[in-house]
């Protein structure tokens, strides 16, 4: 951003190498996966637990959770029983939580009912189809997957929502670095290490119009250009007056 509006080249030659490798970076995990579903399953599941664990410490990771689990009426990452993980829940525990599971997990049989926050005490020792009408014991992956495969368009929606951007600001600096290529390859510029010091006389210099910059460029350039002819004379007027 700031390349283009300082016309740097190399901030912008940044700016487009970062946004291309982020972009390079989320085709390649959307590939992964797609096409290593269940072994991107096995990690995911792996943090949820990991989360679950924590689910009482992390407070960010128990909100994000409990609104999961209500908005697709899951339990856990892979199934119900991934609770049994947590201190609290584990059924070696004495407590009121104890082989239990949160009421985010459980069903709501009218919308906006009370629900009764002990509603998944004792589900985690019974078996899944005693369970049904009391909690949800399909996993928070399953149900997220099933979803966005469900819901095809609006997981286009989303994808595209999100590459869409990054492929504009893509081509708007590439197309942008380009013209300052082709701007700074027309500027006329006056490199005075490849000038004969010996024989260039200074007066000779147009500087009408430079300012005290001189890294302007100037129609018609500042060296003034002159035919054979007066080429010839001046050549001819520096042989004599070594003579």
């Given at each position: ?191 005075f290490k490849q000038l004969e010091w ?46």
């Open positions: 951003m700031v390349g283009s509006l300082r016309d740097n080249r190399t901030l912008l030659k940044t700016f487009f190498w970062v946004l291309l490798a982020i972009f390079v970076t989320e085709l390649l995990l959307l590939l992964v996966e797609i096409i290593f579903e269940k072994q991107m399953n096995a990690v995911f599941h792996s943090t949820i637990q990991d989360g679950i664990r924590h689910y009482y410490d992390d407070l960010d990771f128990k909100n994000i959770l409990d609104y999961v689990q209500q908005k697709f009426s899951c339990c856990g990452g892979d199934e119900f029983r991934d609770w049994h993980v947590n201190p609290y829940h584990s059924c070696n525990g004495s407590g009121p939580l104890a082989c239990g599971v949160p009421y985010t997990c459980c069903v709501r049989k009218a919308p906006g009912e009370v629900i009764n926050t002990l509603c998944g005490y004792r589900t985690l020792n019974q078996q899944r189809l005693e369970l049904v009408n009391t909690i949800h014991v399909r996993g928070c992956i399953h149900a997220v997957s099933f979803w966005f495969k469900d819901h095809f368009e609006a997981t286009f929606g989303i994808v595209c929502s999100l590459l869409l951007p990054q492929v504009i600001g893509l081509v708007m600096a590439w197309l942008h670095w380009q013209k300052l290529n082709e701007i700074h390859s027309q500027m006329d510029t006056v490199d010996s024989n260039f006389n200074f007066a000779a210099l147009d500087l009408t119009g430079a300012g005290w910059c001189w890294c302007l460029p100037r129609e018609g350039g500042y060296i003034p250009v002159h035919d054979k002819e007066e080429e010839n004379e001046v050549e001819a007027a520096i042989g004599q007056s070594k003579v």
